[in-house]
């Protein structure tokens, strides 16, 4: 069976009435989308049934709907800014990024308690390359 491609199956959704690029009629907006009449039911359907799961299920967690853009303190406060940090590396030659940790999983190297410098230098030692996939 072959892979379907990204665009394929964007292609598809759109003929289906799942998505569309944002603003689409005027021009698109990159990394956008807007839902059709089916995209809108199936998201609806998938929000229904994780806040069924994740929340109305537990007696632990109480669901809250919060902006994302929010004051700068609130991510600060939840540890966001402190904690939150995915270690990056780019390929000199296609300037594409790539996950540090994901480039030493790949390739059998245990992450645990590495500083992002210990990884960076790990990856230099080795010469570990990002496996791209070919499209």
């Not at 379907?4 to 690029?21: N, V």
């Not at 540890?79 to 990024?97: I, K, Q, S």
């Amino acid at each position: 069976m072959s892979q379907a491609k990204m665009e394929d199956i964007i292609s598809l959704c759109k003929r289906r009435g799942f998505i569309y690029q944002g603003s689409d009629v005027y021009g698109g907006l990159s990394g956008t989308w807007d839902y059709g009449p089916l995209g809108v039911q199936l998201k609806r359907n998938i929000m229904n049934l994780w806040w069924r799961m994740f929340v109305d299920e537990r007696d632990d967690i109480y669901g809250v709907d919060a902006a994302i853009l929010m004051n700068p303190k609130v991510w600060k406060a939840s540890g966001h800014v402190d904690t939150f940090v995915d270690p990056l590396c780019e390929d000199m030659v296609n300037h594409r990024r790539y996950r540090t940790d994901h480039i030493l999983k790949d390739n059998g190297i245990d992450v645990d308690g590495l500083t992002m410098e210990q990884m960076d230098e790990v990856i230099a030692e080795k010469e570990l390359k990002a496996q791209m996939e070919i499209r």
